[in-house]
């Protein structure tokens, strides 16, 4: 099977590329499942100090597959889900993350920056988090998390309304270190993660931890997953996905609320 995430460690970094380009690295159940591994391991391996996320093509991710996204809501069984594994061990992470954008960041491209220590984004970036248009509910605790660093009103318009932003606004409400040109972005993004190789790692990862209220991280994401699952049996779901497929605009007006 073609490797959709590559998994690299040198001089204290663990790098992992999302290399599946030609589906703008959408996130399959596998890819979830590479990526969890590859934070379980950070945790315990001292050869790794700093983790760094990029990818490879015009798209940092396009978010979860939708084709498995419609798998589930048809009923099909894609196994357990990965997708919740890697949002838990984003949240529980105590090694530094840093985050290298290009291009989409969709859903979980999105909320996963929200985890991340230091996040750079190329001046092509766009962060999407387009969860009700999927008629889905927000996820990986960003339903506070982006509120608490974005302001309601913003954070609403993204998730109801799909509103993308762009790097410079995105910059500009606190959620990105700095925009730099699509050519320059992973020697930055590189610069900072090395930068943090050389600091003392306990000092960081105690740092990390007072800034984030971990057990809070971990009860919403719970309540996020509980109601996730259950959005992802919907009628409106189910519409929101076909239309995905059939490359139209969901219609939901025809639908009461399930
Ligand atoms: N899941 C599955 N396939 C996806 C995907 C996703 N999240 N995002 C893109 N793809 C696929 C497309 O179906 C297309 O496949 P095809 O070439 O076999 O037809 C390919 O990737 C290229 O995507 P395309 O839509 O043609 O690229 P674009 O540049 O016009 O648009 C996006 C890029 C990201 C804006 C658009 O693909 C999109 O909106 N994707 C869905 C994002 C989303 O809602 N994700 C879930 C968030 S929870």
């Not at 009628?235 to 497929?245: H, K, V």
Request: net charge neutral.
């Amino acid at each position: 099977m073609t490797q959709h995430v590559k998994t690299e460690v040198a001089g204290g970094i663990m790098t992992m590329t999302l290399a599946r380009p030609e589906k703008k690295n959408a996130l399959s159940n596998e890819m979830y499942s590479a990526m969890s591994e590859g934070l379980e391991r950070a945790e315990k391996d001292p050869a790794v100090r700093v983790v760094l996320f990029q990818g490879d093509g015009d798209s940092f991710t396009s978010g979860n597959d939708i084709t498995d996204f419609s798998a589930q809501a048809n009923g099909s069984n894609i196994g357990e889900s990965q997708a919740f594994r890697f949002i838990r061990n984003l949240g529980k992470a105590t090694r530094p993350l840093v985050a290298a954008v290009q291009g989409n960041a969709v859903g979980v491209g999105t909320t996963m920056l929200l985890h991340c220590d230091l996040v750079f984004l190329a001046d092509t970036a766009k962060l999407m988090t387009p969860f009700v248009n999927l008629a889905l509910v927000p996820e990986a605790a960003s339903s506070w998390l982006l509120p608490a660093r974005i302001g309601h009103v913003r954070a609403y318009a993204m998730f109801a309304l799909g509103q993308p932003l762009d790097a410079a606004a995105a910059l500009a409400c606190g959620l990105a270190n700095a925009v730099v040109p699509a050519a320059d972005l992973r020697a930055r993004a590189w610069q900072a993660a090395e930068a943090l190789t050389k600091r003392p790692a306990g000092s960081l990862s105690h740092t990390k931890a007072l800034m984030r209220e971990m057990d809070k991280i971990a009860a919403q994401t719970n309540r996020e997953s509980a109601l996730f699952a259950e959005r992802l049996q919907t009628g409106e779901a189910r519409e929101a996905f076909a239309a995905f497929a059939e490359r139209r605009k969901p219609d939901f007006t025809n639908l009461t609320s399930d």
